[in-house]
């Protein structure tokens, strides 16, 4: 079993900065992909970005590149989400999910194994 606790979300002006964590607890491995999600009321779960632990490898959806950055700390077992730039678009629950086999070049249509319970951001005009 792996746990993962999102933190890091907030209210922010559209323009300003925040940025998402994602600690990993459990039966954690450098195989495992790592990704962020979110969903907007009345929207279906869309994907933001993804890293794979072994090598840092990211994909970013085209909706928040150059703007949002994914990457990790391997020794704290923590993903992150910088995501500067923000528009009020950008307002979500945003969720972290991880895998243990899943190739980043399927990151968004992977079914992945394990999710945090998410975290509110909201960006305001």
């Known amino acids: 079993q792996v746990q993962l606790v999102e933190s890091g979300g907030g209210s922010v002006q559209a323009g300003g900065s925040l940025r998402l964590s994602c600690a990993a607890s459990?039966?954690?491995?450098?195989?495992?992909?790592m990704a962020w999600f979110r969903q907007a009321p009345g929207s279906e779960r869309e994907f933001v970005a993804s890293?794979?632990?072994?090598?840092?490898?990211?994909r970013h959806a085209d909706s928040v590149k150059g703007r949002f950055t994914v990457s990790r700390d391997n020794t704290k077992n923590t993903v992150y989400l910088q995501m500067n730039s923000l528009k009020p678009e950008d307002t979500a629950v945003y969720y972290c999910?991880?895998?243990?086999?899943?190739?980043?070049?399927?990151?968004?249509?992977?079914?992945?194994?394990?999710w945090g319970q998410g975290t509110q951001v909201t960006v305001s005009s």
């Open positions: 999910a991880a895998d243990p086999i899943c190739a980043i070049r399927v990151s968004t249509t992977c079914s992945y194994d394990y």
């Open positions: 459990g039966r954690t491995a450098n195989t495992y992909l």
């Open positions: 890293i794979t632990w072994s090598n840092g490898y990211t």
